[in-house]
């Protein structure tokens, strides 16, 4: 297969942003206002706080501020998955907070419920589908792990090979574990510009095109400075995520990380039918460099996942949103993946950074006697744990001791990183590691070993 002409005619900008459904640009905040609540980031995560603070108090003014226009960064790009785990994985909440893993694992599944429950109130329209994920096994030795995860009654089912070339037609493929319950699909953008639309109507004021500098503590307030303007703010929730923290006191604790994705031009019926994919699952792979992969409302196929690249410096720029020969790997592995759909042409290929930290899902902080909350570190799992965080902010500014202020996920700071070059070094050689894992039967060296002991080791 000639994977350079099936990318040939890819455009670079994500598939979800590249429509005519985007809303027209909201104007920059020009003056200088008053606030009870300001929220710093256009995502999800600043969205869906605004969303859950006018629904606790209609009445209280709050101000959304976008540096750039509301989804334009990781929320807006990512692969649509929206899943209840609020840890990456139950078995790394388990590594990280053994003692609340149950507690987090059901607050997730609460949390993906009331993200159900507010696409229907406010008749969002951004093609939910709550098909579930396939964990699939691409190795022999992985089929073990996932056949001993089986349990109907809390919506795990095992399937093996004979059965789940029934569903999802494969030769990679060894068997997979549908989480039948936890995770579904939606169209990223849409639901940004869909939380927008709804934000507004309840009176939230957003302004775009308007980038906070700095945050500073001014008693019975807090003073955000924009390059036009100052708002004087009872409280601030902090949404940046992947962009450099306004507080300086976690600007070591994540570093940005590119991924990658492909999407394919609709397929045929008879396209389809080589594959199966009747249940619409999303997929994902066991490995350590896993791709995953869904179906669009109008039966594209998104692949991405793979490489996570990390660049020197915690550098976040345009220029590494492409890299080609990320796009070949991904468009090899998708023919592999499904021989039977060659010739089928990627109509876009995008990148973009997305935020980590040492835990490899969110952390919290406040600053300036509690009035300012922050948020960060999803690690990719963002689209439905920042729903979460926006609860969890909002529990925080508000004073009260709550069940969630009062987790240990919310109190605890993960690892910091190091400065460099030793992050450089340190996440190269991670990288290595797992790379060599996955070509040892997904043994870990001493390395991942030494990293699982100190509390930064990663099993989703």
Same mark, same amino acid.
């Given at each position: 297969?000639?994977?350079?002409?099936?990318?040939?005619?890819?455009?670079?900008?994500?598939?979800?942003?590249?429509?005519?459904?985007?809303?027209?640009?909201?104007?920059?905040?020009? %003056?200088?206002?008053?606030?009870?609540?300001?929220?710093?980031?256009?995502?999800?995560?600043?969205?869906?706080?605004?969303?859950?603070?006018?629904?606790?108090?209609?009445?209280?003014?709050?101000?959304?501020?976008?540096?750039?226009?509301?989804?334009?960064?990781?929320?807006?790009?990512?692969?649509?998955?929206?899943?209840?785990?609020?840890?990456?994985?139950?078995?790394?909440?388990?590594?990280?907070? =053994?003692?609340?893993?149950?507690?987090?694992?059901?607050?997730?599944?609460?949390?993906?419920?009331?993200?159900?429950?507010?696409?229907?109130?406010?008749?969002?329209?951004?093609?939910?589908?709550?098909?579930?994920?396939?964990?699939?096994?691409?190795?022999?030795?992985?089929?073990?792990?996932?056949?001993?995860?089986?349990?109907?009654?809390?919506?795990?089912?095992?399937?093996?090979?004979?059965?789940?070339?029934?569903? !999802?037609?494969?030769?990679?493929?060894?068997?997979?574990?549908?989480?039948?319950?936890?995770?579904?699909?939606?169209? =990223?953008?849409?639901?940004?510009?869909?939380?927008?639309?709804?934000?507004? %109507?309840?009176?939230?004021?957003?302004?775009?095109?308007?980038?906070?500098?700095?945050?500073?503590?001014?008693?019975?307030? !807090?003073?955000?400075?924009?390059?036009?303007?100052?708002?004087?703010?009872?409280?601030?929730?902090?949404?940046?995520?992947?962009?450099?923290?306004?507080?300086?006191? !976690?600007?070591?604790?994540?570093?940005? !990380?590119?991924?990658?994705?492909?999407?394919?031009?609709?397929?045929?019926?008879?396209?389809?039918?080589?594959?199966?994919?009747?249940?619409?699952?999303?997929?994902?792979?066991?490995?350590?460099?896993?791709?995953?992969?869904?179906?669009?409302?109008?039966?594209?196929?998104?692949?991405?996942?793979?490489?996570?690249?990390?660049?020197?410096?915690?550098?976040?720029?345009?220029?590494?949103?492409?890299?080609?020969?990320?796009?070949?790997?991904?468009?090899?592995?998708?023919?592999?993946?499904?021989?039977?759909?060659?010739?089928?042409?990627?109509?876009?290929?995008?990148?973009?950074?997305?935020?980590?930290?040492?835990?490899?899902?969110?952390?919290?902080?406040?600053?300036?006697?509690?009035?300012?909350?922050?948020?960060?570190?999803?690690?990719?799992?963002?689209?439905?744990?920042?729903?979460?965080?926006?609860?969890?902010?909002?529990?925080?500014?508000?004073?009260?001791?709550?069940?969630?202020?009062?987790?240990?996920?919310?109190?605890?700071?993960?690892?910091?990183?190091?400065?460099?070059?030793?992050?450089?070094?340190?996440?190269?050689?991670?990288?290595?590691?797992?790379?060599?894992?996955?070509?040892?039967?997904?043994?870990?060296?001493?390395?991942?070993?030494?990293?699982?002991?100190?509390?930064?080791?990663?099993?989703?």
């Amino acid at each position: 297969m000639d994977v350079n002409a099936a990318l040939a005619d890819a455009s670079t900008v994500p598939f979800w942003l590249d429509t005519d459904q985007r809303p027209e640009p909201l104007p920059p905040l020009g %003056e200088d206002i008053d606030a009870d609540l300001v929220i710093v980031g256009g995502g999800f995560t600043g969205l869906w706080t605004a969303l859950q603070a006018k629904e606790r108090d209609p009445d209280r003014h709050v101000v959304l501020l976008e540096a750039n226009s509301i989804g334009w960064a990781a929320s807006g790009r990512n692969g649509g998955f929206c899943a209840a785990s609020l840890t990456h994985g139950y078995d790394n909440g388990a590594n990280h907070l =053994p003692d609340e893993n149950d507690r987090l694992a059901e607050l997730g599944r609460e949390n993906l419920d009331e993200i159900e429950a507010a696409v229907a109130r406010y008749s969002m329209d951004c093609e939910f589908e709550r098909t579930g994920e396939l964990d699939v096994a691409t190795e022999d030795y992985q089929v073990a792990d996932l056949r001993e995860a089986h349990d109907p009654d809390a919506g795990f089912i095992f399937y093996d090979q004979q059965e789940l070339s029934q569903m !999802v037609k494969s030769p990679t493929y060894k068997g997979a574990l549908w989480d039948s319950r936890e995770v579904a699909m939606l169209n =990223p953008a849409k639901l940004c510009w869909e939380l927008l639309r709804v934000i507004r %109507e309840l009176g939230v004021e957003v302004y775009e095109g308007t980038k906070v500098t700095s945050v500073s503590d001014e008693k019975s307030t !807090v003073r955000l400075t924009t390059p036009e303007a100052t708002i004087a703010a009872r409280n601030v929730a902090l949404a940046t995520n992947v962009f450099p923290s306004l507080l300086k006191r !976690v600007s070591l604790h994540t570093v940005p !990380v590119y991924d990658y994705a492909l999407m394919t031009e609709p397929l045929s019926d008879e396209q389809l039918a080589a594959i199966g994919w009747d249940g619409r699952q999303g997929i994902g792979d066991c490995a350590n460099r896993f791709h995953y992969y869904r179906l669009s409302a109008d039966n594209r196929i998104l692949f991405g996942g793979w490489d996570a690249v990390y660049h020197y410096g915690r550098q976040i720029s345009w220029k590494y949103d492409q890299r080609p020969e990320t796009f070949e790997t991904l468009a090899e592995h998708f023919f592999e993946t499904f021989p039977q759909l060659e010739g089928l042409k990627f109509t876009h290929k995008w990148g973009g950074a997305i935020d980590t930290c040492s835990r490899f899902f969110s952390f919290f902080t406040t600053a300036y006697g509690n009035k300012v909350a922050m948020a960060a570190g999803f690690t990719g799992l963002g689209v439905g744990a920042s729903r979460f965080a926006g609860t969890v902010m909002l529990d925080l500014l508000s004073g009260e001791r709550t069940e969630l202020t009062e987790l240990e996920m919310v109190r605890k700071l993960p690892l910091p990183f190091p400065p460099e070059p030793i992050a450089w070094l340190g996440i190269t050689m991670t990288t290595n590691a797992m790379i060599k894992a996955d070509e040892n039967e997904g043994r870990r060296g001493p390395l991942l070993k030494v990293l699982d002991a100190v509390g930064m080791g990663f099993d989703s």
